[in-house]
C-alpha cells in the first residue's frame, strides 16, 4: 500500500507541475501575441529612455517593420511649448519608422489629413504621400503620431491603424 501511495503522489506532483507550466505558457502567449507582419521591438529600451518625461504616453505592443536600429529622443517643441518624444526605427532597407509622442496638442492642419476611425471612441487624422504616411491622434491630453518612409513599398493605412489599435500603458 506504500508503494502505491508514493505512486499516487508522485503522480500527482507531475499533473500539477504540467498543469502550471500550460497556465504560465498560455498566459504568456496570450499577453505576447504579435499579428502576422507585424513585429516586436526593443520596448524595455524605449521604456527606460521615456523614465525622466514629463509626461506618461502608451506605446504599442508591435510596430509594422523589422527594426534593426532603434533611436529615442527626448526634445522641447518651442512653438507648441510642450515636451516631445521620438522613437526612430530603421530596416536593412532604410525604411524608416518614426512614433513621436506630444505632451499636449500638436496643431497640425487637419484639412490636409483624412478623418479615420481607429476606434468606436477614437478617431485619427491620415495622410498618404508618395515619400512618407502620417497617421495621428489625440489621446488624455497625448498626440499621438506615427510617420513611415519606406524605401521602396509602403504600408496600408490599415496597418498603422492596427498599430495604433495596439498603444497601451505599459
Known sequence: ???WRQASMKFFQQVMTASIIIL????????SAIPEGFYSYDKD???????NLEFTAELPSYVPIAAEILVTDRFYLEELDNEAFDITMFTKANDIFTIQLING????EESDFKTISISDS????????????TLYWEKDGI???MIYRPSEESL???????VAKSFQSS
Request: charge should be negative.
Open 1 to 3: 500500500m506504500n508503494l
Open 24 to 31: 504560465v505558457l498560455v498566459g504568456c502567449n496570450g499577453q
Open 45 to 51: 529600451e524605449v521604456e527606460k529612455a521615456m523614465e
Open 105 to 108: 496638442e500638436d496643431y497640425q
Open 122 to 133: 477614437m478617431e485619427g487624422y491620415y495622410q498618404d504621400h508618395p515619400y512618407s504616411q
Open 143 to 145: 498626440t499621438y503620431q
Open 156 to 162: 496600408s493605412e490599415e496597418e498603422l491603424v492596427q
